[in-house]
């Protein structure tokens, strides 16, 4: 994880190739018990569901997530409520996974394991 946590994610405009599913599993090992989620599409996502001892601090998370998330300039779907927060990770652009969705959740990770 800690070279993924060293690097900043990159704009993305499209025009290239999402990683295939061996460049995913490669990336997978770097981070932390983050899901792979093919959805209806066949787009890939990354997903992973947090749990908290009540909302003020799934809502913390939440925020610290947005942070991260601006300062990466790539940004997760967030879902959340009482005790939990889920985040979905995918490159809208190349309607897949890309070297900036493991960056974003190693840099989430290192955040909840502070």
């Known amino acids: 994880m800690s070279d993924l946590l060293n690097k900043k994610c990159v704009p993305c405009e499209g025009g ?15 981070i932390d018990d ?14 992973k569901k947090f749990t908290f001892k009540n909302f003020m601090q799934s809502q913390s998370f939440v925020n610290e997530v947005g942070k991260i998330s601006e300062e990466e300039g790539h ?10 927060a889920i ?4 490159t809208h652009a190349i309607e897949g996974l890309s070297e900036n969705d493991f960056i974003l959740a190693a840099k989430i990770d290192k955040k909840i394991n502070v």
């Open 87 to 90: 985040i979905n990770i995918t």
């Open 34 to 47: 983050w899901d792979i989620i093919k959805d209806n599409k066949n787009i890939y996502t990354l997903q």
């Open 75 to 84: 940004h997760p779907d967030i879902s959340f409520g009482w005790g939990y």
């Open 16 to 30: 290239v190739a999402a990683f295939d599913i061996s460049e995913i599993h490669k990336y997978q090992k770097k």
